[in-house]
């Protein structure tokens, strides 16, 4: 089974617009975590929230985490397009360190 | 966070070549960790390595095809042996630090095996 799915797969909006993108897993976890990468290059750490948390802000970032429906949601608000990029949800199981990384969605924000 | 760096940037190889990549982090840390992401795909660990001991390699991934170096705390080396098209991927490294629960990462080796 695969941990870390995530919705959509890709995703276009307009700059200021809201985008909001979700993530779903199978196992228990000690924490989530939310990465960006441009164009193939090396991955940026956004945010982690633990799994007694429920939701998490960082700048124009929120994250929710329902451990009950094992899912997450990244809200990137009013975006620009330097946010154009692919975003990746990683779960950190309660198993150990190893991070198990969703599919991406790809976020284009037009300008 | 950390900074790490890895070399080369990109490479094109021959297939049944082998090629080393290096990741070098500024700092010392347990863990480090290489991870691949074929092209247009999520990241899968490859493998875990510890200093001082053998990597630990996730289902799929064997030590003949990625052998994995950890001569100190803060470096790591991780060959792609025998490469064929297939191998073509980006590949990352990855160190915990601080507070143990966020991984960094390096900027990638893209690799192109003809």
């Known amino acids: 089974s695969q941990q870390g799915e995530e919705d959509p797969q890709a995703l276009s909006i307009q700059e200021g617009e809201n985008a909001t993108m979700n993530c779903s897993y199978k196992?228990?976890?000690?924490?989530l975590q939310w990465y960006r990468q441009n164009s193939g290059r090396g991955l940026v750490h956004l945010i982690l929230?633990?799994?007694?948390?429920r939701e998490k802000h960082s700048g124009r970032l929120r994250v929710t985490l329902d451990t009950s429906k094992k899912s997450s949601s990244l809200l990137i608000t009013a975006s620009r397009a330097a946010d154009t990029a692919s975003y990746f949800c990683?779960?950190?199981?309660?198993?150990?360190?190893?991070?198990?990384f969703g599919e991406g969605t790809q976020l284009t924000v037009n300008p | 966070s950390a900074v790490i760096s890895q070399k080369p940037s990109r490479d094109i190889c021959q297939r049944g070549t082998s090629l080393t990549i290096q990741c070098q982090v500024d700092?010392?840390?347990?863990?480090m960790f290489w991870y691949r992401q074929q092209p247009g795909q999520s990241l899968t660990l490859i493998a875990t390595?510890?200093?001082?001991?053998?990597?630990?390699?996730e289902s799929g991934f064997v030590i003949d095809k990625f052998p994995i170096s950890r001569p100190n705390l803060t470096f790591s080396t991780l060959t792609v042996s025998n490469m064929s098209p297939e191998d073509s991927s980006i590949y990352l490294c990855?160190?915990?630090?601080?507070?143990?629960?966020?991984?960094?990462f390096g900027p990638g080796t893209r690799l192109l095996v003809l």
């Open positions: 196992t228990s976890i000690n924490n």
């Open positions: 990683a779960t950190e199981e309660t198993s150990g360190s190893r991070l198990t």
């Open positions: 990855s160190v915990e630090r601080g507070d143990r629960e966020t991984q960094y």
């Open positions: 390595a510890n200093q001082g001991s053998e990597a630990t390699y």
């Open positions: 700092s010392q840390v347990t863990m």
């Open positions: 929230i633990r799994s007694n948390e």
